[in-house]
């Protein structure tokens, strides 16, 4: 069973441009979460995603960054006009359901590394 | 959630146990302690949780204190690839935003040959 899959692993994008950053769950996985991490921070949440549907995206810069998790594909973070701030380690994390009662573990992927310049 | 604190580093001889300790004394009755850790440039990785019982799976074993304000993550055997920073959790269970995992700054755990 492969584990949760990021691409590109590493990202380098002038200041302006757009960065789109993978993550395909690990198999029969639904739940997808979304963190930052900044040079020399801890990770910080960013937002949670079920298929279609957006379930919490309050750790999310309100601004330049989207995230979608489409019925075929992977999940996509989305951040349009990068600039220098946001060179950072993106990760993704992956559940098979949240339940009301006890959370699940969550699996990472191996991070994207996104470098604007 | 409850707030974690962890010492800021700790050193291990390969061989030995590693003990990490956690302290989380305003938990609350209805929240699990989770620990994750992290080598260098990689993603985290789910290590094991608990409630107030203590646990023990392949990689590590979890001892609660009886009054639940603190708890220690021991790894039985520690290697040079345990080398890490060691991040203690606690998450609140039942509805809300008990999905969020709130890293604090962990403990960078060193294992020396």
């Known amino acids: 069973n492969a584990g949760v899959m990021q691409n590109p692993r590493h990202l380098v994008r002038r200041r302006g441009q757009e960065a789109r950053l993978r993550c395909s769950p690990m198999?029969?996985?639904?739940?997808v979460y979304w963190y930052r991490q900044l040079p020399e921070e801890g990770l910080k949440f960013m937002v949670y995603l079920q298929k279609e549907n957006i379930i919490d995206e309050s750790g999310m810069p309100k601004e330049r960054f989207s995230a979608e998790f489409p019925k075929e594909g992977p999940s996509i973070l989305r951040i349009q006009q990068v600039v220098r701030g946001d060179s950072a380690a993106y990760f993704c994390?992956?559940?098979?359901?949240?339940?009301?009662?006890?959370?699940?573990?969550?699996?990472f992927g191996p991070g994207t590394r996104l470098t604007v310049t | 959630d409850a707030k974690t604190t962890q010492p800021t580093s700790m050193d291990c001889a390969e061989g030995r146990a590693a003990n990490l300790p956690c302290n989380h004394s305003?938990?609350?009755?209805?929240?699990?302690v989770y620990w994750y850790r992290q080598i260098h440039s990689q993603g985290p990785q789910y290590i094991i949780h608990?409630?107030?019982n203590n646990e023990t799976n392949e990689m590590a074993s979890l001892i609660i204190t009886e009054d639940r304000k603190s708890s220690t993550l021991i790894l039985p055997h520690a290697t040079l690839r345990d080398t890490a920073v060691y991040y203690c959790?606690?998450?609140?269970?039942?509805?809300?935003?008990?999905?969020?995992?709130?890293f604090g700054k962990g403990t960078l755990l060193t294992v020396n040959p």
């Open positions: 608990g409630l107030k």
């Open positions: 198999k029969g996985h639904s739940h």
């Open positions: 994390a992956s559940s098979p359901v949240q339940g009301p009662v006890a959370p699940y573990e969550q699996y």
């Open positions: 305003t938990i609350s009755g209805n929240e699990y």
């Open positions: 959790i606690v998450r609140v269970v039942g509805g809300g935003s008990n999905y969020k995992l709130t």
